[in-house]
């Protein structure tokens, strides 16, 4: 009886000492957005946060207009038609995912800016004047949609490619017979059912596409992230920083709810899978058309940027076998492998505490820790900085005055800071994979062991983990993985001195100098290709709603 009552009070307790460390930054950003602001915020609101908001806005709208065309369409044709390589094409459409959208954007500002290469040759061929712009400017709002759009359609592609397979062959085939065109059947049939799940992955597009800073910034369009890092780098004012941030955040709550709108007639979509769906074969030129429109993507959003960098890394790329290039590696692992453990068992104690105590309290406990993904790093960590200076300088104090010790900052003075935003923002990822795969087991299993009198945690350790090594091991790859690539957080709080891949990346061709950060450009890419082409494996959308 007391080791049951003692259980009964430990798991929710670590629930909420979970919840509540990862509700303050969300806290402090409603507080943000709300509180009326000092002079240096009311400056900005009167001079250029219309700007922010309506670059934002509308890079949001063309990424979402790129992505939807890009997806649904490559989707639709790899289900429903059978083209040349379409077997090789249906995995590799989800590939350019593994790569940030950062390190797509620097190789194509690289290629087409005024005096990049292939203006140059186009100038040469055509005889055209050497002041000549022959090509639109990269660096611009269009630009920079999309080089977003072209890293991030496969969130859409891969949800709307599942809901497809998931459709029952015989009303498509009913509707063919009926007389209605192909075009017909995917407006009126295909499309309207599969939309919850197209628009679960445009939710997602456009929250990475709200929280990213490597591409905006590296093509002057100025947005609610970029306006961020000038107030707080450049001017140096904290209180304007955390208030921009807010309405981010704002923003990123409009997306969450208008996706959980969308979504909401999707129990009653008709589904089946009593008849498969049959592909029509495309002959002739119809077939190669096909085919094109599903390579462009893939080689405009990876094999492309990829080949450069490896021809940059080949010719004048950093040396990856020399000691500084070993820090950088050794700084981007350690911290994304401790993040991805933390995470890992975090999120084991989440999804067992949610099974063993289903309460309107773990539950919502639950839901609060796992909010961090909709919040970009970048708002993390501003909101974070703030509390985590005024704790550093307290604890400062305390070990000053009583024990006689000068650490200095212990949180942000240190990795700490970084390592714990990051499992703020990637937890959910972990959770996600862990919670499906515990849903898989029986509860029938807790019961028996339970007879046999095991206590909760013998039983979560001598049943469960045994059968979800594979759900915990792919979401502390998949956490490991985002933070490989995670930049706008990493910018922020890393320590003095303190270089991983990404920031080195970043600075590198910050100071347009793309052919040394091709190396480590290159590494981040090879080594994301992995969860990519997991992902592109996975052919129901239950599976792809995990990850």
Not at 21 to 43: F, I, K
Not at 294 to 308: D, R
Not at 518 to 530: G, H, K, N, P
Request: hydrophobic share 55%; net charge positive; glycine share 6%.
């Amino acid at each position: 009886m007391l080791t049951n009552r003692t259980s009964s009070f430990v798991w929710p307790l670590g629930t909420l000492l979970i919840a509540v460390p990862v509700s303050l930054p969300l806290l402090l950003l409603l507080w943000a957005a709300l509180a009326p602001g000092g002079d240096s915020w009311v400056h900005m609101r009167d001079t250029v946060l219309a700007v922010y908001m309506a670059n934002t806005v509308g890079l949001m709208l063309m990424v979402a207009v790129l992505t939807l065309v890009i997806g649904v369409c490559t989707a639709w044709l790899s289900v429903h038609y059978e083209f040349p390589l379409r077997a090789l094409l249906v995995p590799a459409l989800a590939l350019p995912l593994a790569a940030p959208a950062y390190v797509i954007g620097y190789v194509y500002a690289d290629m087409l800016e005024f005096s990049g290469p292939v203006q140059a040759s186009l100038r040469d061929l055509f005889d055209f004047s050497p002041q000549a712009a022959v090509l639109p400017a990269i660096r611009s709002l269009p630009g920079a949609a999309l080089v977003i759009a072209l890293v991030l359609y496969p969130y859409v592609y891969l949800l709307a490619r599942g809901s497809f397979l998931q459709q029952s062959g015989s009303l498509h085939e009913a509707a063919r017979a009926l007389g209605a065109s192909p075009i017909r059947v995917f407006w009126r049939g295909g499309l309207p059912v599969a939309w919850p799940a197209v628009a679960g992955g445009l939710a997602l597009v456009l929250m990475e596409t709200v929280a990213d800073y490597g591409v905006v910034e590296h093509y002057g369009v100025p947005t609610l992230t970029t306006g961020i890092f000038r107030t707080w780098f450049a001017m140096g004012e904290t209180a304007a920083a955390l208030q921009l941030a807010g309405w981010l955040f704002v923003v990123v709550c409009v997306l969450v709810v208008a996706e959980q709108f969308a979504r909401r007639g999707q129990r009653f979509n008709p589904l089946a899978r009593h008849s498969e769906l049959l592909r029509h074969r495309l002959h002739g030129w119809r077939g190669w058309f096909a085919f094109l429109l599903c390579f462009l993507p893939v080689f405009l959003g990876l094999l492309l940027p990829l080949g450069v960098l490896t021809h940059m890394a080949w010719r004048t790329g950093q040396n990856p076998l020399t000691a500084s290039f070993f820090e950088l590696v050794a700084n981007s692992v350690s911290v994304a492998g401790v993040a991805a453990l933390m995470c890992a068992g975090a999120a084991l104690w989440l999804a067992y505490a949610e099974r063993l105590h289903p309460s309107r309290w773990v539950t919502g406990g639950v839901r609060i820790a796992t909010l961090g993904y909709a919040v970009p790093g970048l708002v993390l960590a501003v909101a974070l900085l703030v509390p985590l200076i005024s704790i550093d300088k307290w604890l400062a104090a305390l070990l000053r005055d009583h024990l006689d010790l000068r650490w200095g900052l212990i949180l942000t003075g240190s990795v700490a800071a970084l390592v714990f935003v990051y499992v703020a923002r990637f937890l959910t990822v972990a959770f996600n994979s862990t919670q499906a795969g515990l849903t898989q087991i029986h509860p029938q299993l807790d019961a028996a062991a339970r007879s046999l009198g095991l206590a909760p945690g013998a039983v979560l350790r001598r049943v469960h983990l045994p059968l979800l090594r594979p759900a915990v091991l792919t979401g502390l790859l998949l956490v490991f993985l985002d933070v490989m690539k995670e930049l706008p957080a990493t910018l922020i709080l890393r320590p003095f001195n303190f270089e991983t891949l990404a920031t080195s990346v970043y600075r590198y061709a910050s100071d347009e100098r793309l052919a040394q950060a091709s190396t480590a450009a290159l590494v981040i890419v090879v080594v994301s290709l992995v969860p990519a082409f997991m992902l592109s494996r996975l052919r129901e959308s239950k599976n792809l709603s995990e990850f």
